[in-house]
């Protein structure tokens, strides 16, 4: 969750402020509620840190303006240990003679018994945080061995837990040493200067050349690049690669926010994720899984980890998988399955969905899985992140960079990479299996367009989304395939508008919840197609009847040309005929706009809303 910046430059600029004040203010959509910032000055490191938003530490900085300095790092924190106060924000001081500086993304889960023996030992702690613990370790540390990397490589050996640190020492200026494990960093190469960061956003606006770290590996950074050693002290590469991503995809291109932006992205989002993923005869060709074909063909069982709209994604993918395939597949939270005793065996092929390939409660559930036996496919947005790199393959998602801490164009990238690995499943079993994904991959390319046709007409939702503002309780419904589009178009309007909003199965109605139905009460319907099988379509032109006659205002999303509904809809909004499987590529589409417009409407802030952050890389 926290935003990690460090810099080393040359002297003659003396330029670390700005970049690390740049690098965090890029960072701010990963959701934070306190930022610091530590400096080399001469004999000792000069930290200014502040709770709440970056605009306190600016006004603190620009009180008493730092010396110029060419080595600092920086931290935005979303609080886990401790409030989100001055005092528990990072950088965090080792050591009495002020002269290191810690700050670090994770959770040391060992903390109270360091903390404690420190205590012992006479150490006063200024803080409430995790943090504060190490950076005393490591300032002793120091005192033994006189070298920030050695005695990094100490401390850590002491931790358990997921964290990425980075340090500076006032007696070695020109030097900034990090260490990671389960959490996310990257090295920026620069022509005479060096980046650290949670991620290349912290850098792009000076280096577009990156260096990936592996698990449990120290990084020391100088003017003149990087070096790296595992934990156990023998040296490592990091994997380099250029950031071909625009500094531009983040901006906003003319909406009036990230998400609005990217929702509009969302033809985009699915071709692209769809792109060179077939050869010129329509045949599903996914070498970059580099699996072995007879293993997949041997998977008797898939299980689908991932959370919030990650795991909505996986629960539209289990209806395709299942029909396309045959093969069981079941779909759970992360948190749960890490928590269980899942019946997984090298025959179960788990796929863990993650926009950003760091979510702790995902990545630790892949840890199980793979300890289970079971071989692991991510299925990510995120080059670089850490969930891909401790699984045995990764199908990625091509949404982009998704900014907007709401997820949206990388909902639907995950349902298409879904899609696109249950089809080359049932690809692999042959016969009437693979002509059915061909003849599926065929509708899958028309889908684009079709998020367009209904991206093209949203002024109804619009409307709609102004006119009840003030709402306090929207439920949704609907079955099948709609039934996780409820869940996710009820998630959007808590997050986004902090609306109380509940997704239904609609069969689930008459069991308890058609209590909560009352005169003006508004519920969004979605309906599948008229070309559903098992006369799906009537039991939700039903259930519509049902909530009406009971008081509901109903707001439908239904096909082009589907008559049936209108004599119970209050709201029509259409969307353009589509496979059945394949509906909520569109369906999803006008819930999103629905709960951007309204929270917009309320004046929210639609990209960072409350409490959230982009990526829960903490348990
Ligand atoms: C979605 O709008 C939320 N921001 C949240 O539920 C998110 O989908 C979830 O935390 C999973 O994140 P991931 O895809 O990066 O793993």
Not at 408 to 435: E, N, P, V, W
Request: contains cysteine; aromatic residues 6%; hydrophobic residues 45%.
């Amino acid at each position: 969750m926290c935003g990690i910046v460090g810099y080393v430059g040359p002297k003659v600029d003396g330029r670390a402020l700005e970049v690390v004040m740049e690098g965090l203010a890029r960072l701010e959509y990963r959701g934070y509620d306190s930022a610091g910032v530590a400096l080399i000055a001469g004999d000792h490191v000069l930290t200014t840190k502040r709770a709440g938003k970056l605009a306190n530490l600016i006004g603190a900085l620009a009180q008493e303006p730092p010396p110029e300095s060419s080595t600092g790092i920086g931290h935005t924190r979303w609080a886990t240990h401790g409030g989100p106060t001055d005092e528990n924000a990072h950088p965090h001081a080792g050591g009495e003679d002020g002269k290191l500086a810690l700050i670090h993304n994770g959770i040391i889960e060992n903390f109270h018994g360091l903390r404690s023996g420190l205590i012992g030992e006479g150490v006063q702690f200024l803080s409430e945080t995790d943090t504060e613990v190490v950076a005393q370790l490591l300032a002793r540390s120091y005192d033994k061995v006189g070298d920030l990397t050695e005695a990094m490589r100490q401390v850590v050996a002491d931790l358990t837990g997921a964290f990425t640190l980075l340090a500076v020492h006032a007696d070695q200026p020109g030097v900034v040493v990090g260490a990671r494990r389960n959490s996310p960093l990257v090295v920026g190469l620069g022509d005479g200067e060096t980046f650290l960061g949670s991620d290349v956003a912290a850098f792009i606006g000076y280096t577009r050349e990156a260096l990936e770290l592996g698990q449990d590996q120290i990084v020391t950074i100088t003017t003149q690049g990087a070096s790296i050693i595992n934990f156990d002290g023998t040296p490592a590469e990091g994997k380099r690669y250029h950031v071909d991503w625009d500094a531009a995809a983040a901006e906003k291109g003319g909406f009036p926010n990230f998400m609005a932006k990217e929702i509009h992205d969302q033809p985009h989002a699915v071709a692209d994720t769809l792109l060179g993923r077939t050869d010129g005869s329509g045949r599903l060709v996914l070498d970059e899984l580099r699996m072995d074909e007879a293993e997949l063909r041997a998977v008797d069982k898939i299980v689908i980890i991932a959370c919030g709209t990650a795991a909505y994604a996986g629960m539209v993918a289990k209806y395709a998988i299942e029909h396309w395939t045959r093969i069981p597949c079941e779909v759970e939270l992360a948190h749960e399955f890490r928590y269980r005793d899942p019946v997984v065996n090298e025959r179960t092929l788990v796929v863990a969905i993650s926009q950003s390939g760091e979510t702790m409660d995902t990545l630790m559930a892949v840890k199980h899985a793979r300890k289970l036996g079971a071989r692991v496919i991510a299925i990510c947005n995120t080059h670089g992140s850490t969930i891909p790199r401790e699984s045995d393959a990764v199908l990625y998602t091509h949404a982009g960079p998704e900014i907007a801490v709401a997820s949206t164009k990388a909902f639907l990238a995950q349902i298409t990479a879904c899609y696109i690995l249950g089809l080359y499943l049932a690809q692999l079993r042959g016969g009437t299996y693979a002509d059915e994904a061909q003849a599926v991959m065929k509708d899958l390319y028309e889908m684009p367009a079709k998020i367009q046709t209904v991206l093209d007409d949203l002024d109804r939702v619009r409307e709609i989304a102004r006119f009840m503002a003030d709402t306090r309780s929207v439920l949704f419904l609907g079955r099948h395939v709609g039934y996780p589009v409820a869940l996710e178009g009820a998630l959007k309007l808590k997050e986004l508008a902090y609306i109380h909003a509940e997704g239904f199965a609609a069969g689930e109605l008459k069991h308890g919840p058609i209590a909560l139905i009352e005169a003006g009460q508004p519920v969004f319907v979605i309906v599948p197609s008229p070309s559903s099988e098992h006369g799906l379509h009537g039991k939700v032109v039903s259930n519509i009847q049902e909530i009406r006659a009971r008081g509901a205002r109903t707001i439908v999303i239904a096909e082009e040309g589907d008559e049936d509904v209108v004599p119970f809809a209050d709201v029509v909004i259409r969307v353009p005929a589509t496979p059945p499987l394949l509906a909520p590529l569109v369906t999803t589409v006008p819930l999103q706009v629905f709960a951007c417009e309204l929270a917009a409407a309320k004046g929210l802030d639609v990209d960072q809303p409350r409490n959230l952050a982009k990526s829960v890389t903490v348990e």
